[in-house]
Structure formats: C-alpha cells, structure tokens
C-alpha cells in the first residue's frame, strides 16, 4: 500500500462515484439531486397552505418576489415578457444559490471513502466525497449558460422574427456594418464560455480558498470565509440571472 500523503487535495474534476447503465454517477450529480430534491421540498411546504390574509412569512415572500416580478417588468418593459420569463430566471437564481449555499452544509465534501470505485486496481487513490459542491464542476455551469444561451436565443427569435435577428449578425449595408455584425456574432457565442468559467471560477476559487484557510488557521479563521464565500455565492447566482435577463433583453430588441 502506497503511503499516504498529508496536505491539501484539490480536485477540478468532479469524482465517480458509480456507473448507471454505462453513464458515470458523479459526486456533483448527486449534490445536484440533492438541490433540487430541496427545492421541491420547500416549493411544497411554502405552496401548501397559502392564505387570503397573508402572515409575515408570506407576506415577505409575496413582497421578494412582486418586487423581482415588477423588476423584470421594468427592465423587459413588458408584464407579458415578464410573465413569461419569470419562472426561468427566479428558478436560476434558486437552483445557483441554494447550490452555492449548500456547499457549507455539514457532509458536502467531508463524507465519503478512501479509493476510486471505478478503479481495477485494490490501491487506495485517495480521498473521494461523496458529495460536493455543484458549482465546482464545469459540466453543470457550461450546461447551465448552454440553457440560458439557447432561451436569449430563442427569445429574440420568436420576438422580432428570424429574419430581423439573424440582420443583428448579418449586415451588408457597408463594410463597418459587417464588420460589427461579425463582432456580435462572436460576442454572442462567447456568452458561454463567460457564462460558464465565471460562476465555476468563483465557487471552486473559493472553495480551495475555505480549504488552504482551513488547513493553516482550522480555529477562527474559517467561519469569516465562509461568511463572505455565502454572500458570493448569492452574488453569483443574481450576476447569472441578471446578464440572463440583460441578454434577453439586448435579443428581443429591435435592430437598429
């Protein structure tokens, strides 16, 4: 047996836990099952039972998301935009945050086994969790900014008409014209890389940032990082959610 090696182990790649039919099971799959598994117990408890007369708990609730709704309206200076993307970018921002939040809960990252499961050989290869945050792997934040890039997409589309979109891109009045159109096209397609390596880049700096803090100041240091790492999570999530609508916005304007 290989001896064992003491320090601070950081993984980019999320680990496998199993295998499905052929499909890897990794750790931040199941983290993001978890997510969702807590946001449809909550959506259920809060749905439940609502009141004509509303209590305090309600009351702010109705008051968060009317001002969000009223937002959104404002910014699509629209209430039929703002009722059809409402549900997309409050269920982003829910599904980021509360992913970004249960990074600290006790268990995501500390629970798990010595070894790689998938591994042929008996070697012990290390630490594997069997949960960890979802945001720290690259496939969830691409797959998210692909989703949120094919919605703003999508949107100007049905909103001007194919024609009037693709001329945002496609220009021949003249040779700057052109010029700016291929610009666009190209900033257009970079929303996802930028989509993607922000939110990633941020929760996985600072989860390793919480680990090297840990390590060398494991008794005070820890719990102010992890205070701001939940108010960067948060910012995160409303960053994601804002350029989502920002964008939609820039889509289903006319070109001019």
């Not at 690259?138 to 998210?144: G, I, S, W």
């Amino acid at each position: 047996m290989p001896p064992m090696e003491s320090g601070i182990h950081v993984a980019l790649a999320p680990e496998t836990i199993t295998t499905i039919f052929g499909l890897p099971i990794t750790n931040t799959l199941l983290t993001s099952w978890a997510v969702i598994l807590v946001l449809f117990v909550i959506a259920i408890v809060i749905g439940r039972n609502p009141k004509l007369i509303p209590g305090r708990f309600q009351l702010l609730l109705e008051w968060l998301f009317g001002f969000v709704y009223d937002y959104i309206a404002e910014t699509l200076e629209s209430r039929e935009y703002a009722r059809c993307f409402f549900p997309y970018l409050v269920t982003i921002f829910l599904f980021v945050f509360t992913s970004n939040l249960l990074e600290f809960t006790p268990g995501i990252g500390s629970v798990g086994f010595f070894g790689d499961p998938s591994a042929s050989s008996g070697h012990a290869t290390g630490f594997t969790p069997l949960l960890r945050s979802v945001n720290t792997d690259l496939n969830v934040t691409l797959m998210l900014a692909i989703l949120s890039f094919l919605v703003i997409e999508i949107s100007g589309i049905l909103a001007i008409g194919a024609w009037k979109y693709a001329g945002k891109f496609i220009n021949f009045r003249g040779p700057i014209a052109f010029f700016v159109g291929i610009v666009e096209f190209f900033s257009e397609i970079a929303r996802i890389v930028s989509f993607s390596f922000r939110l990633f880049g941020n929760i996985f700096a600072g989860e390793v940032l919480i680990l090297v803090v840990t390590y060398f100041l494991p008794v005070v240091a820890p719990v102010p990082i992890m205070a701001f790492e939940v108010f960067v999570g948060f910012v995160q999530a409303a960053i994601f959610a804002l350029l989502t609508l920002f964008f939609i916005k820039l889509a289903i304007a006319e070109p001019h």
